[in-house]
């Protein structure tokens, strides 16, 4: 029997570690929020430079075409697995605007130091 | 005392051209002095406590790209015939990680691997240790590092030091994990609070610069365990630098890689492997000696450039 794809919401923001460069807050009805699709496999981001608005809910998406990878933006505080087979999601309201960094934090091979990107925020 | 007064000597002819912390850490930034120190250290050797080792990381062994690294194929070689060379043979080596370059294809990893032990096996020295990087290790949870050399994480004793060998790699998130926490509260257990203890590990266990993977995921736990014992250092690779660091009484000291140095945390905007500098062949490379005096509680660490040691 096939397991179907699940659904999994992840919300693994650090939100005790989110700097003070954007402020982040999480709370606020799904329906309202704009959604981010973001596909990771070796050894990209698609899209690797996510446009964000200030003040504008967005819930981020994540699913992995191969293996386990992670996203990781130390700058904005947040952090989830994307794991094969799952749906991870974090939900932020950008607060500053700013270019951000982000990176795979899950070693995935001869080029996961170039596993990479930025978010915008506009 | 007159083990004490060998001691500075020591450390006065090692210190040539270099530096002494005061934190009780001696740091050889050149080579001059080092066989004039050596003679005079040897005499301090017959009391059975003071001893030293060699700390070798980050020799990436399968890299190929010349613009890096155009002695790609001989680096670990000669730092392996430095270390034979040395005027007295360390107590033994220990290689903190990242051995092997990595590679997706599971036999070309077993391949470097058995490369890598026959070149350290050349090492005229009783014992070698290793420890996995990330390269090593991460792409099949240690499989192949276990097959070469053993287990990851592991105690040994030397002249009433307790060494402690951690695994921050196997794991693909960084992270030593639950159980070898358990393990590592376990063994910490059976030593009392003032023992002599290295760490031995291959990411920093603190928050160096996490943007680039220079972490340990659970670093903080595996802090907490070792922050109530009083003698505690640790020594690591993966970010193929010196650096010194301290949390709380604990210090913590990088060593230099065997293949491309990286530049300081953060001070570029991405973390980039520094081209090979011909006008100074082997910048950034090199090993270390760490000699422990075991009746000041201190470790003197004296660097070795490859510049030096390829002559």
Known sequence: MRVPHRMVVTVAAMAAAASALA???????????????????????????IHLKRSLPVVLEFT??????????????????????????????????GTFTFHCDVFCGSGHEEMEGTIVIE | MEKHIDRRAFLKLAGIGGAVFVSGLGLL?????IAAARALYRGNEADGEDFFFVQLSDSHWGFSNPAINPHYGTTLVRAVEAVNHLPQAPDFVVFTGDLTQTTEDGSE????????REIAGR?????????????????????????????????????????IALDNVSDPEGAVGEGQRRWLAGELAKLSRSAAIIVLTHLPLFDLYPSWDWATADGGQVMELLLPYSNVTVFYGHIHQINHHTTGHINHHSAQSLMWPLPAPGSLPRKIQLPWDTRQPYKGLGFREVAAD??????DLREFPMAEAAK
Do not use: C, W
């Open chain 1, 23 to 49: 402020p982040i807050r999480q709370a606020f009805p799904a329906s309202t929020a704009q959604v981010v699709h973001i596909t990771a496999r070796r050894f990209q981001f698609s899209p690797s430079v």
């Open chain 1, 64 to 97: 992995t075409l191969d293996r386990k990878h992670g996203f990781k933006s130390s700058l904005l505080g947040l952090h989830t697995a994307i794991s094969p087979g799952q749906t991870s999601r974090i939900r932020l309201v950008p607060n500053t605007a």
């Open chain 2, 29 to 33: 930034q050149h080579a001059d002095g």
């Open chain 2, 109 to 116: 990893r077993r391949r470097r691997m058995e490369q890598f």
């Open chain 2, 123 to 163: 090492l005229a020295v009783k014992e070698v240790r290793f420890l996995a990087g990330e390269h090593d290790a991460a792409l099949d949870e240690g499989k192949a590092f276990h097959e070469f050399f053993g287990p990851s994480f592991y105690t040994f004793k030397h002249k009433g030091v307790t060494f």
């Open chain 2, 294 to 299: 075991r009746r000041h509680s201190r470790y």
